[in-house]
């Protein structure tokens, strides 16, 4: 099956502007790739004057903002280093079972990468000194011009995905008669980030001892497997010019 990538503009962003970009982007994929009926809901952000779609399903905003808390966690752990969140797209397909593998397979058509480059600012001034005199931040225009520019940004991915949603149709499979709103998918947080056609490695977010790491026959692809969790994450390092 052909699995078409979108990696998405990388986006500057501050720790507290983390939780809002990534909503607003995951968000607007998912509607995107909505099934059946939806019950569109509009959300103004709070940081930026922008306004994106989400389907109105709790459930859905449920396993955004708890895989949206892990980034965060992650981020926290893992200071000053650039950050990808993937959210993947699939089939499940039933297949003869051997000793080696389950008899459900994942078919991978449809992954975005969202690119963050989180900054470690030091604290913003209060504004006041201790007399009460009012003070002149003079980071206040850097600030202001930074969340401009993050604010353009952002709506330029926006548009890089209604482009890719409306350029990108041949690779979708038929309908799945599965309950919920969406395609069947996963969002994981990549081991292996490729940033500038260079692959970074970290420690996998939350690994454990169950945590197995094999290498498949595809070259370039690896998987990290919890058997436990009966989640799989696949991991394909790509060429850049395979990329939107």
């Known amino acids: 099956m052909n699995c078409e990538v979108c990696q998405l503009k990388e986006l500057d962003v501050e720790h507290f502007e983390i939780r809002e970009v990534l909503r607003c982007i995951l968000h607007t994929i998912l509607f995107h790739r909505a099934l059946g009926l939806v019950r569109p809901k509009d959300i103004d952000l709070e940081l930026f004057e922008i306004t994106y779609v989400q389907c109105g399903d709790v459930e859905l905003e ?9 980034f965060i966690d992650r981020v926290e752990k893992h200071p000053n280093k650039k950050n990808q969140i993937c959210l993947s797209f699939f089939e499940v397909k039933n297949k ?16 975005w990468y969202i690119n963050l480059n989180v900054a470690q600012h030091p604290k913003g001034h209060s504004g006041k ?17 930074r969340r401009a520019a993050l604010e353009a940004s952002l709506r330029d991915v ?4 209604i482009r890719f949603v409306n ?15 969406s395609f069947p998918y996963e969002i994981t947080i990549s081991r292996f980030c490729i940033w500038n056609g ?7 977010n939350g690994a454990s001892d169950y945590a197995q790491l094999t290498t498949e026959a595809r070259p370039g692809c690896l998987i990290l497997s919890f058997p436990a969790l009966r989640y799989v994450v696949q991991m394909t ?4 010019n395979n990329l939107c």
């Open 62 to 70: 449920r396993k955004i903002d708890e895989k949206i808390d892990q």
């Open 96 to 111: 003869q079972p051997t000793w080696f593998t389950n008899k459900v397979e994942r078919l991978y058509w449809e992954q």
């Open 129 to 145: 000194s201790n007399s009460s005199k009012i003070v002149v931040d003079p980071g206040a225009e850097e600030r202001t011009a």
């Open 158 to 161: 926006l548009f890089q995905i």
């Open 167 to 181: 350029e990108k149709k041949d690779h979708i499979p038929p309908i799945p008669n599965l309950e919920g709103v």
């Open 198 to 204: 260079n692959v970074q490695e970290d420690a996998p």
């Open 237 to 240: 390092m790509l060429p850049v």
